[in-house]
């Protein structure tokens, strides 16, 4: 079975989707395919779909969804020309008392996949080897399609795991993006900076990159420019004040010998 959460979520078996497209059963299908081959509880599926105060149904109501998902990997699962199930539906989407799971089998899952490179490339970064560190993370990133689970309606059981999977993937492009100003890649960086910092307009150390971004390709008004962007927003939305490890970056570039320390200290 090959499972995508990492855009819309997508399920197949021998390349056939058994994504279904009735609201409900796809939203108990999306944290059986986020956590394949692990064991999520009825409780959880129970509230994921209708929160703290689920209906007196909620039980038989949710076994039918499963019996629906099941009736749907059927005809995926019967081998080619002789009509017989490899593994049975029961098999594929085992249900134990109190809990639910789903085996992905010798499929794949591009959440795995991407926790797999990301680890890797991070391995990469810390033993100074910038270029397979940008090419693994890259990797990585590509693997999303857009946001996570994008066409499920999420309760908040998804919500949160949503949430977590953006900020990993967050996370990710950050150290990618560090490993490329590392190899000297300024210039390249800036339009692609410039889009992130606007769509996330507290995060300091996107702001950081790209004022390195900027300074090192002989924009510097338009890195202190960033700085203050940033410093407005944070003071107007929060009531802070940016860190001392962008102000370090500021009075790098205010006071060129100076060299960067601290966590935005990308050198090259």
Known sequence: MDIGVLGALVV????????????KPRQVLAPLALH??????????TEELWGQRPPRSARPTLQTYVMHLRELM??????????VDARTAKEVLRAVPGDCLLDSGEGTSDIREFERLAETGYRAMDDGDHHEAARLLRTALDLWTGAALADVAAGEHLR??????????????DRRIEADLRLGRHREL???????????????????????????????????????????TLVRDLGLEPSAALGRVRQSILTPADDIQGPFSQTG
């Not at 197949?12 to 609201?23: K, Q």
């Not at 394949?36 to 599926?45: F, G, I, N, P, S």
């Not at 949160?160 to 492009?173: D, K, M, P, V, Y």
């Open 12 to 23: 197949r078996e021998n390349g056939i989707s058994v994504t279904p497209t009735a609201p």
């Open 36 to 45: 394949a081959d692990r064991a999520v509880t009825v409780e959880t599926l």
């Open 74 to 83: 059927a005809p995926a699962l019967r081998r080619p020309g002789d009509g």
């Open 160 to 173: 949160t795991h949503i949430r977590g999977l953006e900020e990993s993937r967050l996370c990710a492009l």
């Open 190 to 232: 800036i339009a692609e900076l410039t889009v992130l910092v606007s769509r996330h307009p507290t995060h300091e150390s996107l702001c950081g990159q790209l004022m390195l971004a900027l300074h090192r390709s002989g924009r510097s008004s338009e890195a202190l420019g960033a700085y203050q962007r940033l410093r407005t």
